[in-house]
Nanobody, 114 residues
Framework: QVQLVESGGGLVQAGGSLRLSCAASGSIFRIIAMGWYRQAPGKQRRELVATITSGGTNYADSVKGRFTISRDNAKNTVYLEMNSLKPEDTAVYYC????????WGQGTQVTVSS
């Protein structure tokens, strides 16, 4: 019954910004971490973009200083603010709620044009 719904993706010009949101519904118990992953076109694996826990945040080197992850625990929602976007940021972005069980969103497309 748990479902993660992502929104906020789209097409943006290089240097622009987007804000992604991911809201969870259903019964989720003791989420340890919320995060964002992405899968670039033609690649087989998702790479970690950013995570947030009660202890802080962590970012991939490729997005550090440009992306900001935040969360609203009361709303079971995680956000990803993306600034200074580059064409290499183009990917399908997936949110993840991690604990004893991992939950994944359906993905939202982010396309950055030159």
């Amino acid at each position: 019954q748990v479902q993660l719904v992502e929104s906020g993706g789209g097409l943006v010009q290089a240097g622009g910004s987007l804000r992604l949101s991911c809201a969870a519904s259903g019964s989720i118990f003791r989420i340890i971490a919320m995060g964002w992953y992405r899968q670039a076109p033609g690649k087989q694996r998702r790479e970690l973009v950013a995570t947030i826990t009660s202890g802080g945040t962590n970012y991939a080197d490729s997005v550090k200083g440009r992306f900001t992850i935040s969360r609203d625990n009361a709303k079971n929602t995680v956000y990803l603010e993306m600034n200074s976007l580059k064409p290499e940021d183009t990917a399908v972005y997936y949110c993840n709620f991690g604990g004893r069980v991992n939950y994944w969103g359906q993905g939202t497309q982010v396309t950055v044009s030159s």
